[in-house]
Structure formats: C-alpha cells, structure tokens
C-alpha cells in the first residue's frame, strides 16, 4: 500500500506561479513511476506529466509544456510539479499517482484545489 499526500495548491492570479508537492509513504518510493492529473469542474480527469521511477524520463500533456516541470527526489519520497505562467484554463483539482511495484498497483492521492483567476 503506498500512501500519497499533495499540498501546495491555492489561489493565484494569471500569470504566477505555484509549486505542487506529493508525498509518499508506505513503499519504497523508487520502484514507482509518479504522475499528475488533473480534474476540472465537470469534466474528466486528464494526465497532466509523468516522472519515470528513476527520473530519467519525464512527459507532458502538451497545454503544459514548457510551462510546468515535474520532478522527483527519491531520497524525500516526494514528486513535484512546478506551475509557471498558469492561465485560467489550468484551474482544476491535481491529483498524484503512484504505479508500479509488485503487481503494477496504482494509488491516487486525494487532490489538491488549484484556481487560477483572470
């Protein structure tokens, strides 16, 4: 069982910055590739980056790139997401995911409230 917790999000105005954390417990936080999504009013959750298990390799949805990075620091069991220029569009619930391990399980964190005000 891998436990993930995120905070960091909040309010913000177009333009600034915020930086998400996760932090896991439960499990060795190396074997599992990390993620995030994210959850608008009435619509469906979407990948928004991913951090290979070793960090290596990390990937974006493309409303992102160049403007939010991922990273991880294996020694802290933490992942990161680091949010520049946000804009309105990326208001939103974040969530973190853990895959991997034994298995190939998949945990969620339980989200945290991004709004970003024009």
């Known amino acids: 069982q891998v436990q993930l917790v995120e905070s960091g999000g909040g309010l913000v105005q177009a333009g600034g910055s915020l930086r998400l954390s996760c932090a896991a417990s439960?499990?060795?936080?190396?074997?599992?590739?990390m993620g995030w999504f994210r959850q608008a009013p009435g619509k469906e959750r979407e990948f928004v980056a991913h951090?290979?298990?070793?960090?290596?390799?990390?990937t974006y949805t493309d409303s992102v790139k160049g403007r939010f990075t991922i990273s991880r620091g294996n020694a802290k069991n933490t992942v990161y997401l680091q949010m520049n220029s946000l804009k309105p569009e990326d208001t939103a619930v974040y969530f973190c995911?853990?895959?991997?391990?034994?298995?190939?399980?998949?945990?969620w964190g339980q989200g945290t409230q991004v709004t970003v005000s024009s």
């Open positions: 439960g499990r060795t936080f190396s074997n599992y590739a």
């Open positions: 995911r853990a895959a991997g391990g034994t298995g190939n399980h998949v945990y």
């Open positions: 951090v290979t298990s070793s960090g290596g390799t990390t």
